[in-house]
T-cell receptor, first 113, second 112 residues
Framework: AQSVTQPDIHITVSEGASLELRCNYS??????LFWYVQSPGQGLQLLLK??????LVQGIKGFEAEFKRSQSSFNLRKPSVHWSDAAEYFC???????????FGKGTTLSVSS | DAGVIQSPRHEVTEMGQEVTLRCKPI?????LFWYRQTMMRGLELLIY????????DSGMPEDRFSAKMPNASFSTLKIQPSEPRDSAVYFC??????????FGPGTRLTVT
């Protein structure tokens, strides 16, 4: 069955430190891949997406993600975390653009000062 | 554009009552999705529509749940009768086929 796995439930990073959130997928073919962020009590905001082409994708708020086919991974990175980045992050995938998303369980990011 | 609009934002109801959640997708988007978010199960698809036609309703938990999309600018998700285990945040999202899904702010449903 198709699935998305985020191995880390909760991560704490110091402000100014780098961040990497892990995401692995299990699909028959390369899916469309997304990272969303959810602040408490809010909806989901798209950070970035990968459909095809360059495997390093730039997103909003200084985030980037790298697609690695050999590892079935799509990890999210940020070189320097700000306190306002504290939120829950979801990796998601779909087998085509415009079809239903399968989400990982999410990773909660805490930022310490 | 105002984005995806959902109403109500919060709903508290008693077990056995009918609940109707509403969604207005972004104008021009032809696909609409209903997702449910719970602590135990995370975010999961309930149903989605393409050009107002239900495409995949395999995530609808049981016959108590129903969804309609009478036109391109409006959809409802109805629970009748509601049960405490239906308590969750329900998200509506929309997209055109070439882009990502845009999510509404969600409806937080509490069934007592």
């Amino acid at each position: 069955a198709q699935s998305v796995t985020q191995p880390d439930i909760h991560i704490t990073v110091s402000e100014g430190a780098s961040l990497e959130l892990r995401c692995n997928y299990s699909y028959g073919a390369t899916p469309y891949l997304f990272w969303y962020v959810q602040s408490p009590g809010q909806g989901l905001q798209l950070l970035l997406k990968y459909f095809s082409g360059d495997t390093l994708v730039q997103g909003i708020k200084g985030f980037e993600a790298e697609f690695k086919r050999s590892q079935s991974s799509f990890n999210l990175r940020k070189p320097s975390v700000h306190w306002s980045d504290a939120a829950e992050y979801f990796c998601a995938a779909s087998d085509q653009a415009g079809t239903a998303l399968i989400f990982g369980k999410g990773t909660t990011l805490s930022v310490s000062s | 554009d105002a984005g995806v609009i959902q109403s109500p934002r919060h709903e508290v109801t008693e077990m056995g009552q009918e609940v109707t959640l509403r969604c207005k997708p972004i104008s021009g988007h032809n696909s609409l999705f209903w997702y449910r978010q719970t602590m135990m199960r995370g975010l999961e698809l309930l149903i989605y529509f393409n050009n107002n036609v239900p495409i995949d309703d395999s995530g609808m938990p049981e016959d108590r749940f129903s969804a309609k999309m009478p036109n391109a600018s409006f959809s409802t998700l109805k629970i009748q009768p509601s049960e405490p285990r239906d308590s969750a945040v329900y998200f509506c999202a929309s997209t055109n086929l070439a882009s990502e899904q845009y999510f509404g702010p969600g409806t937080r449903l509490t069934v007592t």
